[in-house]
T-cell receptor, first 114, second 115 residues
Framework: EAGVAQSPRYKIIEKRQSVAFWCNPISGHATLYWYQQILGQGPKLLIQFQNNGVVDDSQLPKDRFSAERLKGVDSTLKIQPAKLEDSAVYLC????????????FGSGTRLTVV | QKEVEQNSGPLSVPEGAIASLNCTYSDRGSQSFFWYRQYSGKSPELIMSIYSNGDKEDGRFTAQLNKASQYVSLLIRDSQPSDSATYLCAVNPPYSGAGSYQLTFGKGTKLSVIP
């Protein structure tokens, strides 16, 4: 079974620029999550999708972050404009409908805002 | 606010010793509990899950759960230098609408196994 695919692996941008991250979940996984992990901290949920609908985006800074999941498969997370404090690893994870068995993370995208 | 607390460490143990990692959670009624291992520069990897009170063993790893005390722990027996990593505790809160199928993570405990 192929894992969760993410790209790019690394990205360096200047503040106020925009950036986008892509995620392809494990085939058949209905639920997709984007997490932000700042250095030295645990992952923090940004947004959760169930198929192509948003279940929870309560911690997504909507003035600058946006996300979509087209056709209930791939997902894109965008930041516009980026701030220095957005420097972090952005992790995508997927799970079957119920999360009782935990979920699988992709390799992440390390964003550095300078 | 759901909280998961872990001692950030670092926790240093000699090779061959038992490493004990602890986690407490605030949301009574939480249903599922997980331990993830994260090597430096890598993404978290699921290593253990536990759902009911007591112990669950998998090889050198034992997860322990005490729902009354809202406490989860991970024991690593015969610790190896390759176990050196950050260990993240994650909790699935009870069903409450949007938040029901999520994991809340602690900040992680950094473990260093000294040869």
């Amino acid at each position: 079974e192929a894992g969760v695919a993410q790209s790019p692996r690394y990205k360096i941008i200047e503040k106020r620029q925009s950036v986008a991250f892509w995620c392809n979940p494990i085939s058949g996984h209905a639920t997709l999550y984007w997490y932000q992990q700042i250095l030295g901290q645990g992952p923090k949920l940004l947004i959760q999708f169930q198929n192509n609908g948003v279940v929870d985006d309560s911690q997504l800074p909507k003035d600058r972050f946006s996300a979509e999941r087209l056709k209930g498969v791939d997902s894109t997370l965008k930041i516009q404009p980026a701030k220095l404090e957005d420097s972090a690893v952005y992790l995508c994870a997927s799970s079957p409908t119920r999360v009782s068995y935990g979920y699988t993370f992709g390799s992440g995208t390390r964003l550095t805002v300078v | 606010q759901k909280e998961v607390e872990q001692n950030s460490g670092p926790l240093s143990v000699p090779e061959g010793a038992i490493a004990s990692l602890n986690c407490t959670y605030s949301d009574r009624g939480s249903q599922s509990f997980f331990w993830y291992r994260q090597y430096s520069g890598k993404s978290p990897e699921l290593i253990m899950s536990i759902y009911s009170n007591g112990d669950k063993e998998d090889g050198r790893f034992t997860a322990q759960l005490n729902k009354a005390s809202q406490y989860v722990s991970l024991l690593i027996r015969d610790s190896q230098p390759s176990d050196s990593a950050t260990y993240l505790c994650a909790v699935n809160p009870p069903y409450s609408g949007a938040g029901s199928y999520q994991l809340t993570f602690g900040k992680g405990t950094k473990l260093s196994v000294i040869p």
